[in-house]
């Protein structure tokens, strides 16, 4: 797995993996950071949204984007 892309909103972020993408739900702080919700990742966005995300990929996911944005401007923590 692969992290190609990471765009986010306030209440938001769209991280392209490989060839999928998944939206995930949270909050932008004013720290800046953004605390994003780690019940919200469960299927891939379309055309693979019948594609169910497993806890190890979950797992992955989340460590994958933590790592990605640890040292970056607006740090992405799942709660």
Known sequence: MEIK??????????????????IITGELTVTPVFYADADSIKNWESPHENAKISEDDKLE???????????????????
Not at 8 to 14: A, D, H, V
């Open 5 to 22: 892309n990471i765009t986010g909103t306030r209440g938001s972020i769209t991280v392209q993996i490989d060839d999928k993408t998944i």
């Open 61 to 79: 996911i989340i460590r994958l984007i933590e790592e990605k944005t640890k040292d970056a401007k607006v740090p992405i923590v799942f709660d």
